[in-house]
């Protein structure tokens, strides 16, 4: 019990000590990166589960990511104080949903509250996930990338032309999310220590849940689809059932890291749609080494946190692409998963040999 | 009592003819061996059975089911198991773990249950593993346990594909050519596994090619030859029936 629970101590650790760090030197700044490369860890290690446990490649996860972000943005900003008189939003304002707010020219306007549009947003990509998933799924082999690629551009192509969206600009001005009392989700400096936490605390969570669920029956049936299709399914597991449920969990990640992202940035724009962010969260994946949650989160961390920091420049999406390719060719299993000592010694012993000759 | 029937089965696949009106029945309590020269479509009518490829036409009857139009994993969790010819184990699974997801049929904690490590998704998870290792230990390779599966010995890779098997507690065993690339002794040895399977109280269904084994512990035998079936009946009256005869040694 205690020893499954071990290894998240460095990781809690490593959370702590980084915001310790960062206020000691003075560069809290930094905070922002990681709260955000925590998000975009959360869809990684959802995406990795589908790959690596369930070996199938989702092209698609920037669109539900985009779901949950565009959705939650739009249902807290858009005013629906002309429908006021509707039956629709009566019933709406009886459910309790309704809130009061500003827009940007202090007008009161009514909006949806920011759990009820994080609910529905979640919903809505799950469902959108489950109807992707089901005829692409009953399939052998990778039709999966294939109905994903064409969602995401359409989710792309949907939020750049449709003006409830925000076109091009996006939408901003999005409230904060309250989650309790004065803990909320939202860009405010001075709150940007417990979005650091409350971040982490979903990240940490996610992957405690995750590794419960590859220890688990549902687990060992994952691998074993991967291991060897035919004898999973001779052995009783309903291998498109599984692969759809574990597909639709890792949207479900997504569209949660979507709505959080969102309330912390205040905003959320077309790129966050693009299939090149889908190919990002792949790339990720692959040098986390497929099938290792540990991995994938540590490599998402950095690489996110690089490239929000703007290291790779303009070269951004060049880089994630450059290190899918070199990754395929030569680490197949992951950069952790790399022998660093057996190629070390190959190398040297090449070198040697050189010499003698 | 017939467990399992079979009825003017056909498997075409373009125009040959795989499996053709193949009619025969399993009895409960038997072990029943399929015989035939290579292509007689021994392999192709255990997938028939277990739903791995979809028949042509005709019936296959199990207990009181039609097992014809039914998926694999549901045909598993009606109680059929069965090995692989060349053996599938599952890459990346430790010999228990591959054992383990035999006990998927008889077991049931999903997504959320899983994912929550509820109390009752434990128990059962305690159950499962005590099942899959006293499964490993009544084959003798307890103590292979906890390596991965497929980098195992050839022979034990064998057992541990029938502990997990034999883990979904089945009503019918299908078994692949379960002796292939085994030596003597270790055929001997899967010779008295299988009886012992058998007085277990599971019915076996077996397609193989080492005559002797066959021979020695089969009740009734199915001969196959370019799909049809040939000839049924004890092992002594296969032995000595010229038909048989005839497309195993020529004329």
Request: neutral net charge.
């Amino acid at each position: 019990m205690m020893k499954k629970y071990l290894p998240f101590l460095p990781l809690i650790a490593f959370v702590v000590c980084v915001h310790l760090l960062t206020s000691w030197t003075g560069t809290l700044y930094y905070l922002t990166q990681m709260t955000m490369s925590a998000y975009y860890a959360l869809l990684i290690i959802g995406l990795c589960v589908v790959m690596g446990y369930a070996g199938q490649i989702s092209l698609g996860h920037a669109g539900f990511f985009a779901i949950g972000g565009y959705l939650s943005a739009a249902l807290t900003t858009r005013n629906l104080l002309p429908f006021e008189d509707t039956a629709v939003l009566r019933m709406l304002d009886a459910l309790g949903v309704l809130m009061k707010g500003q827009d940007i020219y202090g007008e009161v306007i009514v909006v949806i509250t920011p759990w009820a549009a994080c609910i529905t947003a979640v919903c809505v990509a799950a469902l959108l996930a489950f109807f992707i998933g089901v005829p692409a799924l009953k399939l052998k082999g990778h039709y999966l990338a294939m109905a994903t690629l064409g969602f995401g551009i359409i989710i792309y192509r949907v939020v750049l032309a449709s003006e409830y969206f925000g076109e091009a600009d996006g939408i901003s001005e999005v409230p904060p999310f309250v989650l309790a009392g004065s803990l909320a989700v939202s860009g405010d400096f001075s709150e940007r220590i417990s979005n650091y936490y409350i971040a982490w605390v979903l990240v940490i969570a996610g992957v405690v849940l995750l590794r419960n669920l590859i220890d688990s029956r549902v687990g060992r049936a994952l691998r074993a689809i991967h291991g060897a299709e035919d004898a999973a399914g001779s052995m009783g597991v309903d291998t498109a059932r599984y692969k759809l449920h574990v597909f639709v969990l890792s949207a479900v990640f997504a569209a949660i890291a979507g709505v959080f992202m969102t309330h912390y940035n205040g905003s959320i724009g077309p790129s966050e749609a693009g299939v090149m962010k889908s190919v990002r969260y792949v790339a990720i994946v692959a040098v986390g080494g497929m099938a290792h949650l540990w991995g994938a989160l540590i490599m998402a961390i950095i690489l996110n946190f690089l490239s929000l920091r703007g290291v790779f420049g303009s070269y951004d999406d060049a880089v994630f692409g450059l290190i899918l390719i070199v990754i395929m060719l030569f680490a197949p299993n992951g950069l952790l998963r790399i022998n660093l000592r057996s190629k070390l010694q190959a190398f040297f012993s090449r070198a040697k040999r050189a010499e003698e000759v | 009592m017939a467990l399992l029937r079979l009825e003017k089965l056909h498997k075409r696949f373009g125009g040959l003819k795989a499996v053709n009106d193949v009619s025969f029945a399993v009895n409960e309590g038997q072990i029943k061996a399929v015989i035939g020269p290579n292509g007689a479509g021994k392999t192709t009518l255990f997938n028939l059975i277990a739903g791995s490829l979809p028949a042509s036409s005709g019936s296959i009857t199990f207990k009181k089911w039609q097992l014809r139009r039914k998926k694999s994993y549901q045909i598993a969790a009606l109680g059929i198991a069965r090995t692989f010819q060349n053996i599938k184990m599952f890459n990346g699974m430790t010999a228990l773990e591959n054992v383990m997801v035999g006990r998927h049929v008889r077991s049931g904690a999903g997504f959320l249950s899983s994912m929550f490590h509820t109390p009752w998704a434990r128990r059962e998870e305690k159950e499962i593993r005590d099942r899959s290792m006293e499964l490993l230990d009544l084959l003798d390779i307890a103590e292979c346990a906890d390596v991965e599966a497929t980098s195992l010995a050839f022979g034990q890779q064998r057992a541990v594909e029938l502990a997990r098997a034999l883990a979904l507690e089945p009503d019918l065993i299908l078994l692949d050519e379960p002796a292939a690339g085994l030596n003597i002794y270790e055929t001997a040895e899967m010779g008295r596994l299988i009886t012992r399977i058998r007085d277990l109280g599971i019915t076996v269904l077996l397609v193989e090619h080492d005559m002797s084994l066959v021979m020695d512990i089969s009740d009734e035998i199915v001969v196959l030859s370019f799909g049809e079936k040939i000839s049924e009946g004890l092992p002594s009256e296969i032995q000595n029936d010229p038909e048989v005869i005839k497309i195993y040694l020529g004329e």
